[in-house]
Each structure stands twice: as structure tokens, then as C-alpha cells.
């Protein structure tokens, strides 16, 4: 069992940045098969990729809509993963939720993914 847990949401303008974080829990966690991602949910909408990260290796991938903006990171020592945002627009406005999966193979694949945390909400005002 995993459990993932969001901070760091909130309320912001076009232009400016955001830090998400996440926490991940669990004996089940493997550092050396597992990758985290970060997905995105506005409402009325479908859950969309948004970055991820394998956790062994540090390769990451990004959403063509948020390429060159949004850097994602983890911690190892701490079993954090860490979402820049900067240069917010209206449209990055959602929940924005941490999941984690073993063996992902494809990472923009919500099937691929296991545990998932409760989510924090970003709204950015233009």
C-alpha cells in the first residue's frame, strides 16, 4: 500500500508560479520501479497527464502544454516529488493529484498508475 498526499495549491495569477508538493508513504513504495506523475482534473474534464518522474533513473516527461514551464523533481532522501510551475495560465487551473505506479511503462497513461492522493487545487485567474 502507497499512500500520496498534495500541498501546495492555491489561488493565483496569470504569470505567476507554483510549488506542488508530495509526499509519498508506504513500505510498497520502490524506489527502483516506481514513477510518479502528476495529473490534472478541471471540471467537466477528463484527467489529463501532466509530468512524471522515474524515481530510479530521474528521466522525466511532460505534457506538450507544459514543456519549458513546469519542471518536476523528487527528493529521494525525503520520498518527495516536488512541481514547479511557473508562468501559470488560466487553463493550468485544476486539481492537480500525485499518483504513482510500479513497472509504468507508458508514462502519460493514467491505467498505468496505482495510487493516487486526495489532490490540491490550483486556480489561476487571468
Known amino acids: 500500500q502507497v499512500q500520496l498526499v498534495e500541498s501546495g495549491g492555491g489561488l493565483v495569477q496569470a504569470g505567476d508560479s507554483l510549488r506542488l508538493n508530495c509526499e509519498v508513504f508506504?513500505?510498497?513504495?520502490?524506489?527502483?520501479?516506481?514513477?510518479v506523475g502528476w495529473f490534472r482534473q478541471a471540471p467537466g474534464k477528463e484527467r489529463e497527464f501532466v509530468a512524471a518522474?522515474?524515481?530510479?533513473?530521474?528521466?522525466?516527461d511532460y505534457a506538450e502544454s507544459v514543456k519549458g514551464r513546469f519542471t518536476i523533481s523528487r527528493d529521494n532522501a525525503k520520498l518527495t516529488v516536488d512541481l514547479q510551475m511557473n508562468s501559470l495560465k488560466a487553463e493550468d487551473t485544476a486539481m492537480y493529484f500525485c499518483?504513482?505506479?510500479?513497472?509504468?511503462?507508458?508514462?502519460?497513461?493514467?491505467?498505468?498508475?496505482?495510487?493516487w492522493g486526495q489532490g490540491t487545487q490550483v486556480t489561476v485567474s487571468s
Open positions: 499518483e504513482t505506479g510500479r513497472n509504468v511503462i507508458t508514462t502519460m497513461s493514467a491505467s498505468e498508475y496505482d495510487y
Open positions: 508506504g513500505r510498497t513504495f520502490n524506489r527502483y520501479r516506481n514513477t
Open positions: 518522474i522515474r524515481w530510479y533513473s530521474g528521466t522525466t
